[in-house]
Protein backbone atom coordinates (compact mmCIF):
# COMPACT_ATOMS: atom_id res chain seq x y z
CA UNK A 1 0.00 0.00 0.00
CA UNK A 2 2.99 2.27 0.93
CA UNK A 3 4.52 1.49 -2.43
CA UNK A 4 1.00 2.20 -4.21
CA UNK A 5 0.89 5.79 -2.41
CA UNK A 6 4.30 6.28 -3.69
CA UNK A 7 3.60 5.79 -7.31
CA UNK A 8 0.84 7.74 -7.44
CA UNK A 9 2.45 10.79 -5.76
CA UNK A 10 5.58 10.35 -8.60
CA UNK A 11 3.45 10.13 -11.70
CA UNK A 12 1.33 13.66 -9.50
CA UNK A 13 5.13 15.13 -9.34
CA UNK A 14 6.18 13.96 -12.95
CA UNK A 15 3.07 14.95 -14.78
CA UNK A 16 3.36 18.51 -12.52
CA UNK A 17 6.80 18.91 -14.09
CA UNK A 18 5.42 17.93 -17.73
CA UNK A 19 3.07 20.95 -17.60
CA UNK A 20 5.41 23.59 -16.20
CA UNK A 21 8.02 22.61 -19.37
CA UNK A 22 4.95 22.48 -21.84
CA UNK A 23 3.83 26.49 -20.45
CA UNK A 24 7.94 27.14 -20.89
CA UNK A 25 7.98 26.33 -24.52
CA UNK A 26 5.15 27.77 -25.58
CA UNK A 27 6.68 31.14 -24.45
CA UNK A 28 9.64 30.65 -25.82
CA UNK A 29 8.21 29.96 -29.74
CA UNK A 30 5.26 32.49 -29.13
CA UNK A 31 7.73 35.00 -31.01
CA UNK A 32 7.08 35.81 -34.81
CA UNK A 33 8.21 37.81 -37.56
CA UNK A 34 6.91 39.92 -40.20
CA UNK A 35 8.70 41.04 -43.75
CA UNK A 36 8.61 44.27 -45.50
CA UNK A 37 7.85 44.37 -49.13
CA UNK A 38 10.92 44.94 -51.12
CA UNK A 39 10.78 48.49 -52.18
CA UNK A 40 13.00 50.94 -54.14
CA UNK A 41 13.77 47.79 -56.46
CA UNK A 42 16.82 48.65 -58.80
CA UNK A 43 19.22 46.30 -60.69
CA UNK A 44 21.57 45.75 -58.44
CA UNK A 45 19.78 46.82 -55.22
CA UNK A 46 16.69 46.50 -53.39
CA UNK A 47 15.38 47.77 -49.68
CA UNK A 48 13.23 45.21 -46.78
CA UNK A 49 13.27 44.72 -43.76
CA UNK A 50 10.91 43.03 -41.12
CA UNK A 51 9.01 43.67 -37.40
CA UNK A 52 9.51 41.27 -34.56
CA UNK A 53 6.48 40.77 -32.71
CA UNK A 54 6.20 39.08 -29.31
CA UNK A 55 9.97 39.99 -28.66
CA UNK A 56 9.95 40.02 -24.63
CA UNK A 57 11.37 37.41 -22.78
CA UNK A 58 13.40 36.25 -25.87
CA UNK A 59 17.07 37.62 -26.39
CA UNK A 60 17.31 38.46 -29.87
CA UNK A 61 20.70 37.51 -31.05
CA UNK A 62 20.67 38.56 -35.08
CA UNK A 63 17.87 39.82 -37.37
CA UNK A 64 17.83 40.69 -40.80
CA UNK A 65 16.47 39.85 -44.44
CA UNK A 66 17.98 36.68 -45.75
CA UNK A 67 17.54 35.64 -49.28
CA UNK A 68 18.02 33.39 -52.54
CA UNK A 69 17.40 32.35 -56.37
CA UNK A 70 15.18 29.40 -54.72
CA UNK A 71 12.06 29.48 -52.95
CA UNK A 72 12.45 29.32 -48.39
CA UNK A 73 15.86 30.96 -48.38
CA UNK A 74 17.39 30.57 -45.31
CA UNK A 75 20.14 32.35 -43.13
CA UNK A 76 22.64 29.55 -44.89
CA UNK A 77 21.98 31.62 -48.31
CA UNK A 78 22.70 35.57 -48.89
CA UNK A 79 21.77 37.51 -45.58
CA UNK A 80 21.87 41.21 -44.73
CA UNK A 81 22.09 41.75 -40.86
CA UNK A 82 20.20 44.35 -38.79
CA UNK A 83 22.12 46.16 -36.39
CA UNK A 84 20.82 48.05 -33.27
CA UNK A 85 18.02 46.85 -30.54
CA UNK A 86 15.27 47.99 -32.82
CA UNK A 87 12.70 45.28 -33.34
CA UNK A 88 11.38 47.19 -36.43
CA UNK A 89 13.95 47.54 -38.97
CA UNK A 90 15.08 47.94 -42.79
CA UNK A 91 17.77 46.88 -44.80
CA UNK A 92 19.72 47.11 -48.70
CA UNK A 93 19.90 43.56 -50.25
CA UNK A 94 22.79 44.80 -52.41
CA UNK A 95 25.20 43.33 -55.41
CA UNK A 96 21.90 41.63 -57.01
CA UNK A 97 21.30 40.34 -60.51
CA UNK A 98 19.83 42.45 -62.96
CA UNK A 99 16.21 41.09 -64.22
CA UNK A 100 15.77 38.39 -62.14
CA UNK A 101 13.80 36.95 -59.39
CA UNK A 102 14.55 36.74 -55.61
CA UNK A 103 12.63 35.24 -52.91
CA UNK A 104 13.14 36.92 -49.30
CA UNK A 105 12.67 35.97 -45.71
CA UNK A 106 12.99 38.28 -42.59
CA UNK A 107 14.56 36.17 -39.86
CA UNK A 108 15.00 36.74 -36.09
CA UNK A 109 17.59 34.18 -34.09
CA UNK A 110 17.22 33.52 -30.16
CA UNK A 111 18.82 31.56 -27.97
CA UNK A 112 16.82 28.74 -28.74
CA UNK A 113 15.60 29.28 -32.58
CA UNK A 114 15.56 30.49 -35.52
CA UNK A 115 11.90 32.46 -36.54
CA UNK A 116 11.46 32.68 -40.32
CA UNK A 117 8.21 35.55 -42.15
CA UNK A 118 6.27 33.86 -44.41
CA UNK A 119 7.70 34.60 -47.89
CA UNK A 120 7.97 37.22 -50.84
CA UNK A 121 9.63 37.43 -54.23
CA UNK A 122 10.42 40.50 -56.15
CA UNK A 123 11.91 41.28 -59.78
CA UNK A 124 15.12 43.51 -60.19
CA UNK A 125 15.14 45.98 -62.89
CA UNK A 126 18.32 46.68 -65.50
CA UNK A 127 18.96 49.81 -63.63
CA UNK A 128 22.39 50.24 -62.16
CA UNK A 129 23.01 52.38 -59.05
CA UNK A 130 26.61 50.60 -57.20
CA UNK A 131 28.84 50.28 -59.69
CA UNK A 132 29.60 52.91 -61.60
CA UNK A 133 32.73 54.38 -63.24
CA UNK A 134 32.44 58.19 -63.14
CA UNK A 135 33.97 59.91 -66.50
CA UNK A 136 35.31 58.46 -69.88
CA UNK A 137 37.10 55.08 -70.57
CA UNK A 138 39.06 54.11 -73.73
CA UNK A 139 39.85 50.65 -74.41
CA UNK A 140 42.91 49.78 -77.11
CA UNK A 141 44.10 46.55 -76.74
CA UNK A 142 42.18 42.96 -75.33
CA UNK A 143 44.10 43.83 -72.04
CA UNK A 144 42.62 46.81 -71.61
CA UNK A 145 39.60 45.35 -72.21
CA UNK A 146 39.51 42.50 -69.57
CA UNK A 147 41.46 44.34 -66.82
CA UNK A 148 38.54 47.05 -67.25
CA UNK A 149 35.74 43.55 -67.07
CA UNK A 150 37.65 42.52 -64.20
CA UNK A 151 35.69 45.55 -62.04
CA UNK A 152 32.31 44.24 -63.14
CA UNK A 153 31.09 47.78 -63.40
CA UNK A 154 27.76 48.47 -64.65
CA UNK A 155 27.57 51.59 -66.23
CA UNK A 156 30.20 54.50 -67.33
CA UNK A 157 29.12 58.06 -66.91
CA UNK A 158 30.82 59.57 -69.36
CA UNK A 159 32.35 58.18 -72.63
CA UNK A 160 33.19 54.48 -73.32
CA UNK A 161 35.28 54.19 -76.24
CA UNK A 162 36.49 50.98 -77.61
CA UNK A 163 39.29 51.32 -80.85
CA UNK A 164 42.18 49.23 -81.62
CA UNK A 165 44.26 52.26 -82.72
CA UNK A 166 47.73 51.36 -83.56
CA UNK A 167 47.51 48.40 -81.39
CA UNK A 168 48.47 45.64 -83.59
CA UNK A 169 50.90 43.66 -80.84
CA UNK A 170 47.74 42.80 -79.20
CA UNK A 171 44.23 43.31 -80.79
CA UNK A 172 40.89 43.96 -79.51
CA UNK A 173 39.12 39.98 -80.19
CA UNK A 174 36.81 39.41 -77.28
CA UNK A 175 34.21 42.37 -75.58
CA UNK A 176 31.76 39.75 -74.29
CA UNK A 177 33.33 40.63 -70.51
CA UNK A 178 31.71 44.11 -70.77
CA UNK A 179 28.60 42.03 -69.91
CA UNK A 180 27.72 43.59 -66.71
CA UNK A 181 27.26 47.36 -68.40
CA UNK A 182 24.05 48.77 -68.77
CA UNK A 183 24.01 52.81 -69.02
CA UNK A 184 26.49 54.72 -70.80
CA UNK A 185 27.21 58.81 -71.40
CA UNK A 186 28.23 57.22 -75.21
CA UNK A 187 29.14 54.50 -76.81
CA UNK A 188 31.96 54.41 -79.46
CA UNK A 189 33.10 51.15 -81.09
CA UNK A 190 35.75 52.01 -83.71
CA UNK A 191 39.03 50.50 -86.37
CA UNK A 192 38.14 47.33 -85.06
CA UNK A 193 39.92 44.61 -86.95
CA UNK A 194 39.01 41.25 -85.37
CA UNK A 195 35.75 41.53 -83.89
CA UNK A 196 32.53 40.10 -85.48
CA UNK A 197 29.89 40.57 -82.79
CA UNK A 198 29.34 43.08 -80.04
CA UNK A 199 28.60 40.40 -77.28
CA UNK A 200 29.43 41.94 -74.06
CA UNK A 201 27.07 45.40 -74.83
CA UNK A 202 24.20 43.23 -74.78
CA UNK A 203 22.75 44.16 -71.87
CA UNK A 204 22.94 48.20 -72.28
CA UNK A 205 19.43 49.87 -72.68
CA UNK A 206 20.17 53.52 -71.58
CA UNK A 207 22.68 55.89 -73.74
CA UNK A 208 22.35 59.59 -73.01
CA UNK A 209 24.51 60.90 -75.25
CA UNK A 210 26.06 59.38 -78.52
CA UNK A 211 26.05 55.79 -79.85
CA UNK A 212 28.46 55.22 -82.59
CA UNK A 213 29.68 52.49 -84.94
CA UNK A 214 32.77 52.83 -87.45
CA UNK A 215 35.15 51.63 -89.03
CA UNK A 216 34.95 48.28 -87.87
CA UNK A 217 35.92 45.47 -90.63
CA UNK A 218 34.52 42.41 -89.58
CA UNK A 219 30.91 43.30 -87.55
CA UNK A 220 28.07 41.78 -89.69
CA UNK A 221 25.40 43.45 -87.52
CA UNK A 222 24.71 45.77 -83.85
CA UNK A 223 22.06 43.77 -82.92
CA UNK A 224 23.54 43.08 -79.06
CA UNK A 225 21.90 47.29 -79.01
CA UNK A 226 18.20 46.54 -79.54
CA UNK A 227 17.96 46.76 -75.54
CA UNK A 228 18.50 50.61 -76.02
CA UNK A 229 15.10 52.55 -76.03
CA UNK A 230 16.20 55.76 -74.78
CA UNK A 231 16.40 58.84 -76.71
CA UNK A 232 20.33 59.93 -77.45
CA UNK A 233 21.84 62.74 -79.34
CA UNK A 234 23.79 61.23 -82.36
CA UNK A 235 23.81 57.99 -83.99
CA UNK A 236 26.82 57.02 -86.53
CA UNK A 237 27.18 53.86 -88.28
CA UNK A 238 30.09 54.45 -90.99
CA UNK A 239 32.38 52.40 -92.74
CA UNK A 240 32.02 49.17 -91.62
CA UNK A 241 32.46 46.87 -94.69
CA UNK A 242 30.56 43.67 -93.71
CA UNK A 243 27.46 45.69 -91.64
CA UNK A 244 24.36 44.20 -93.07
CA UNK A 245 22.08 45.31 -90.20
CA UNK A 246 21.03 48.08 -88.15
CA UNK A 247 18.21 46.59 -86.77
CA UNK A 248 19.66 46.67 -83.08
CA UNK A 249 18.59 50.50 -83.38
CA UNK A 250 15.30 49.91 -84.09
CA UNK A 251 14.11 50.73 -80.70
CA UNK A 252 15.58 53.95 -80.48
CA UNK A 253 12.78 56.68 -81.14
CA UNK A 254 14.61 60.01 -80.72
CA UNK A 255 17.26 62.18 -81.50
CA UNK A 256 17.71 65.12 -78.15
CA UNK A 257 19.72 67.55 -77.49
CA UNK A 258 22.55 66.87 -75.44
CA UNK A 259 24.11 69.71 -73.08
CA UNK A 260 23.18 72.75 -75.79
CA UNK A 261 24.16 69.81 -79.05
CA UNK A 262 21.68 69.54 -81.55
CA UNK A 263 21.38 65.47 -82.81
CA UNK A 264 22.97 64.51 -85.78
CA UNK A 265 22.37 60.97 -87.88
CA UNK A 266 24.62 59.32 -90.12
CA UNK A 267 24.31 55.90 -91.92
CA UNK A 268 27.19 56.28 -94.27
CA UNK A 269 29.69 53.69 -96.26
CA UNK A 270 28.25 50.42 -95.20
CA UNK A 271 28.18 48.78 -98.58
CA UNK A 272 26.36 45.51 -97.26
CA UNK A 273 23.94 47.35 -95.72
CA UNK A 274 19.93 46.22 -96.91
CA UNK A 275 17.90 48.39 -95.50
CA UNK A 276 17.04 51.66 -92.87
CA UNK A 277 13.74 50.43 -91.48
CA UNK A 278 14.91 49.94 -88.25
CA UNK A 279 15.19 53.85 -88.34
CA UNK A 280 11.17 53.77 -88.68
CA UNK A 281 9.74 56.16 -86.77
CA UNK A 282 12.57 58.21 -85.12
CA UNK A 283 12.09 61.72 -84.59
CA UNK A 284 14.09 65.07 -83.98
CA UNK A 285 11.67 67.46 -81.98
CA UNK A 286 14.53 69.62 -80.66
CA UNK A 287 15.70 70.44 -84.26
CA UNK A 288 19.01 68.53 -85.89
CA UNK A 289 22.14 69.54 -87.07
CA UNK A 290 22.79 66.98 -89.60
CA UNK A 291 21.84 63.99 -91.61
CA UNK A 292 24.09 62.21 -93.71
CA UNK A 293 23.07 58.90 -95.66
CA UNK A 294 25.81 57.66 -98.55
CA UNK A 295 27.78 55.10 -99.71
CA UNK A 296 24.74 52.62 -99.13
CA UNK A 297 24.50 50.68 -102.82
CA UNK A 298 21.32 48.49 -101.77
CA UNK A 299 19.28 51.26 -100.24
CA UNK A 300 16.16 52.06 -102.32
CA UNK A 301 14.43 55.20 -100.33
CA UNK A 302 14.70 56.73 -97.34
CA UNK A 303 11.05 56.63 -96.15
CA UNK A 304 12.24 55.67 -92.29
CA UNK A 305 13.24 59.51 -91.90
CA UNK A 306 9.40 60.64 -92.14
CA UNK A 307 9.69 61.94 -89.01
CA UNK A 308 12.27 64.13 -88.52
CA UNK A 309 10.92 67.50 -89.36
CA UNK A 310 12.08 71.63 -89.15
CA UNK A 311 15.36 72.85 -90.13
CA UNK A 312 18.41 70.95 -90.47
CA UNK A 313 22.43 72.36 -90.68
CA UNK A 314 23.36 69.71 -93.09
CA UNK A 315 21.52 67.48 -95.14
CA UNK A 316 24.21 65.00 -97.12
CA UNK A 317 22.82 62.46 -100.06
CA UNK A 318 24.87 60.99 -101.78
CA UNK A 319 26.80 57.64 -103.74
CA UNK A 320 23.04 56.36 -103.47
CA UNK A 321 23.50 53.90 -106.44
CA UNK A 322 20.12 52.60 -105.93
CA UNK A 323 18.52 55.59 -104.60
CA UNK A 324 15.44 56.32 -106.69
CA UNK A 325 13.35 58.78 -104.31
CA UNK A 326 13.95 61.10 -100.74
CA UNK A 327 10.40 61.23 -100.12
CA UNK A 328 11.20 60.32 -96.29
CA UNK A 329 12.31 63.87 -95.57
CA UNK A 330 9.71 65.47 -97.13
CA UNK A 331 9.16 67.37 -93.05
CA UNK A 332 12.21 69.37 -93.37
CA UNK A 333 11.13 72.68 -94.43
CA UNK A 334 15.21 74.48 -94.64
CA UNK A 335 18.66 73.87 -94.88
CA UNK A 336 20.47 76.30 -93.34
CA UNK A 337 24.58 74.94 -93.94
CA UNK A 338 25.07 72.61 -96.78
CA UNK A 339 22.77 71.02 -98.60
CA UNK A 340 24.89 67.89 -101.00
CA UNK A 341 22.95 65.79 -103.50
CA UNK A 342 25.75 63.71 -105.29
CA UNK A 343 26.16 60.92 -107.84
CA UNK A 344 23.02 59.24 -107.24
CA UNK A 345 22.94 57.66 -110.68
CA UNK A 346 19.02 56.06 -110.19
CA UNK A 347 17.83 58.98 -108.12
CA UNK A 348 14.98 60.54 -110.65
CA UNK A 349 12.57 62.10 -108.16
CA UNK A 350 13.25 64.74 -105.53
CA UNK A 351 9.72 65.61 -104.53
CA UNK A 352 11.52 65.39 -100.92
CA UNK A 353 12.34 68.51 -100.84
CA UNK A 354 8.94 70.35 -101.54
CA UNK A 355 8.39 71.41 -98.05
CA UNK A 356 11.51 73.48 -97.39
CA UNK A 357 11.72 77.37 -98.13
CA UNK A 358 14.49 78.46 -97.24
CA UNK A 359 18.02 77.35 -98.71
CA UNK A 360 21.34 78.50 -97.58
CA UNK A 361 25.30 78.12 -96.91
CA UNK A 362 26.77 75.49 -99.69
CA UNK A 363 24.00 73.85 -102.16
CA UNK A 364 25.27 71.49 -104.09
CA UNK A 365 23.39 69.21 -107.05
CA UNK A 366 25.67 67.35 -109.16
CA UNK A 367 25.97 64.14 -110.86
CA UNK A 368 22.13 63.03 -110.64
CA UNK A 369 21.91 61.19 -114.13
CA UNK A 370 18.42 61.00 -113.68
CA UNK A 371 17.22 64.21 -112.29
CA UNK A 372 15.26 66.20 -115.00
CA UNK A 373 13.76 69.00 -113.32
CA UNK A 374 14.14 71.14 -109.90
CA UNK A 375 10.22 71.83 -109.61
CA UNK A 376 10.33 70.35 -106.59
CA UNK A 377 12.31 73.66 -104.75
CA UNK A 378 8.86 75.88 -106.27
CA UNK A 379 8.17 76.71 -102.61
CA UNK A 380 11.61 77.69 -101.62
CA UNK A 381 11.36 81.62 -100.96
CA UNK A 382 15.25 81.99 -100.83
CA UNK A 383 18.27 80.84 -101.73
CA UNK A 384 21.94 82.39 -100.12
CA UNK A 385 25.20 81.48 -100.58
CA UNK A 386 27.06 79.01 -103.20
CA UNK A 387 24.97 77.33 -105.72
CA UNK A 388 26.77 74.28 -107.91
CA UNK A 389 24.15 72.44 -110.00
CA UNK A 390 27.00 70.62 -112.26
CA UNK A 391 26.93 67.09 -114.43
CA UNK A 392 23.18 66.01 -114.38
CA UNK A 393 22.82 65.31 -117.25
CA UNK A 394 18.93 65.13 -118.06
CA UNK A 395 18.86 67.90 -116.46
CA UNK A 396 16.85 70.71 -118.24
CA UNK A 397 14.26 72.64 -116.66
CA UNK A 398 15.44 74.85 -113.85
CA UNK A 399 12.07 76.66 -113.46
CA UNK A 400 11.14 75.49 -109.71
CA UNK A 401 14.31 77.79 -108.30
CA UNK A 402 13.80 80.60 -110.44
CA UNK A 403 11.45 82.51 -108.17
CA UNK A 404 13.93 81.66 -104.92
CA UNK A 405 16.97 83.61 -107.22
CA UNK A 406 18.41 87.09 -106.09
CA UNK A 407 21.94 87.91 -107.68
CA UNK A 408 22.48 89.58 -104.14
CA UNK A 409 22.01 86.53 -102.18
CA UNK A 410 24.56 84.92 -103.94
CA UNK A 411 28.27 84.35 -103.25
CA UNK A 412 28.72 81.82 -106.23
CA UNK A 413 26.95 80.68 -108.86
CA UNK A 414 28.16 77.65 -111.48
CA UNK A 415 26.10 75.79 -113.79
CA UNK A 416 28.18 73.17 -116.32
CA UNK A 417 27.36 69.75 -117.84
CA UNK A 418 24.09 69.89 -117.46
CA UNK A 419 21.38 68.86 -120.52
CA UNK A 420 20.52 72.60 -120.06
CA UNK A 421 23.06 75.07 -118.88
CA UNK A 422 21.98 78.13 -118.38
CA UNK A 423 23.47 81.61 -116.31
CA UNK A 424 22.23 83.31 -113.86
CA UNK A 425 20.67 86.13 -115.99
CA UNK A 426 18.82 83.71 -118.08
CA UNK A 427 16.76 82.22 -114.61
CA UNK A 428 16.05 85.73 -113.98
CA UNK A 429 15.17 86.65 -117.14
CA UNK A 430 12.53 83.62 -116.86
CA UNK A 431 14.84 81.27 -119.73
CA UNK A 432 15.06 78.38 -116.91
CA UNK A 433 14.53 75.30 -119.32
CA UNK A 434 14.74 73.69 -122.85
Not at 36 to 48: E, L, M, Q, W, Y
Not at 55 to 69: A, F, M, N, W
Not at 146 to 162: K, P, Q
Amino acid sequence: MIKFSTLIVLFCFLAGCSDDNSVVEEDVFDLSIEITSPFDIKGDIASSGGNIINEDDHTILRKGVCYSLTAAPTVNDLLIEHEGVATSFEVNLENLEFNTVYYARAFAETTNDIFYSDEVSFTTTNECTLNVFEGDVTLTTQTEVDNFAINNYCSVTGDLRISEGDATADPIVDISGLYNLRSLGSIIVSNTTLIESLEGLHNIDSISNSLAVVGNEQVINIDEFIKIDTPVRSITVFDNANLNSIEGISNIKELVKYEDNLPYLKISDCPLLNSLDPLEGITANDGISGISIHGLPFITNIDALSNISGSIDVLDIFNMTSLQNINGIYSITSVNGRLYLSNNESLNNILGFQSITTLSGFISIFNNDLLYNLDAFENVTQISGELEIVGNASLFDFCGIVDALDENNLDDFSVYQNGFNPTLEDLLNGNCAE
